[in-house]
């Protein structure tokens, strides 16, 4: 099972559970478009030396 985060949408303000692959790097950046509204958010995804998993998304 793969590790999951989560990040607040600022468009709708829901928080969204996102999986995490830690085989794409410590380091990762995407856009998704929110489940909740449909508007892109840049997610940045962070995993630290302990393997703990942080993300945030702000708007496209």
């Given at each position: 099972?793969?590790?999951?985060?989560?990040?607040?949408c600022e468009?709708?303000?829901?928080?969204?559970?996102?999986?995490?692959?830690?085989?794409?790097?410590?380091?990762?950046?995407?856009?998704?478009?929110?489940?909740?509204?449909?508007?892109?958010?840049?997610?940045?995804?962070?995993?630290?030396?302990r393997?703990?998993?942080?993300?945030?998304?702000?708007?496209?």
């Open positions: 099972m793969s590790p999951e985060s989560e990040y607040l468009a709708c303000g829901e928080m969204i559970v996102i999986p995490v692959d830690p085989a794409a790097g410590t380091r990762q950046q995407y856009v998704e478009d929110c489940p909740v509204c449909c508007r892109p958010n840049i997610i940045t995804v962070s995993i630290d030396e393997g703990r998993v942080h993300a945030a998304g702000v708007p496209e």
